[in-house]
């Protein structure tokens, strides 16, 4: 079946709030006409009502970066699932290596992030991948079906049309390292044949799943060009609208 491909663009610790509405309102210009792929934009959590107001109209969707399990309550700093349905999120983006490098995700608490945002009707980004050293180990598969399985515990089948894959190696993300076409294809594969496991086939071939670590418009023809890589997880790239642009336009390069 044919997927729609979803092109999310993380701008990280990046853009103050006039920043971010000027290259949204510079990706609206260059994107008029694109709607043929999903695109989602995920400023910082500061600009996301800005960004928001300046989406209005427009059919890229908003998205932010990570949120907490709870509603409400006593945790400085975090921000709950309601309050990025406020703010007029779609999707967020969860466990992202960044997270767990820096921050201490684990495989648990992504997994909580997950069912809290579901269960607001948002659309999670779930990120999964292996390190330079997992990987020269031989143990890509084994890291990645793990943190898959643990980050999916509890979720149901028919929630499952709401959820994207992103498959990020940490060893690409923000290096200028990108795996090949063919390495990104046989993990994706791998993953899509894990979630067959899961839910079933026809579930697995309904999810979409991105590739993210160093997408540019240089490489994000050959990736797209797998059976398996359904969109891509922006980084560095997403920051400019010429750049973001191209990569969202891939089939028309």
């Known amino acids: 079946m044919a997927r729609l491909p979803f092109i999310a663009g993380n701008w990280k610790m990046n853009k103050t709030v006039p920043e971010a509405v000027e290259l949204v309102k510079e990706l609206k210009e260059s994107l008029a006409g694109a709607e043929e ?13 800005a960004v928001q107001k300046e989406l209005q109209g427009s059919f890229i969707q908003l ?17 709950s699932p309601q309050m990025l ?10 466990g992202h290596s960044e997270r767990r490098q820096f921050f201490g995700e684990k495989d648990e608490t992504v997994n909580r992030r997950i069912r809290a945002a579901l269960s607001h009707g948002l659309r999670p980004i779930f990120c999964i991948g292996e390190t330079l050293k997992e990987r020269e180990e031989g143990k890509t598969f084994l890291i ?3 943190q898959l399985e643990a980050g999916l515990r509890g979720i149901e089948g028919s929630q499952m049309e709401r959820m994207v894959i992103a498959y990020e190696p940490v060893w690409a993300i923000g290096t200028g390292k990108t795996a090949s076409p063919g390495q990104a294809e046989e993990v994706h594969g791998s993953i899509r044949q894990k979630l067959g496991k ?4 026809e579930i697995a071939e309904k999810i979409r799943i991105e590739y ?7 490489n994000v023809n050959g990736l797209m060009s797998q059976k398996d890589i359904d969109g891509a997880l922006v980084g560095g790239a997403s920051l400019k609208a010429e750049s973001f642009s191209r990569i969202v336009r891939f089939s028309q390069m």
């Open 212 to 218: 993210g670590g160093s997408v540019t418009p240089e």
């Open 85 to 94: 349905k406020d703010l007029g999120c779609r999707y967020v983006i969860i």
């Open 198 to 201: 899961l839910y079933g086939h």
């Open 37 to 49: 792929v999903e695109v989602a934009v995920a400023p910082a959590f500061t600009a996301l009502y």
């Open 144 to 146: 990645v079906e793990s």
């Open 63 to 79: 998205a932010a970066q990570n949120v907490f399990w709870e509603e409400k309550g006593a945790y400085t700093g975090e921000i």
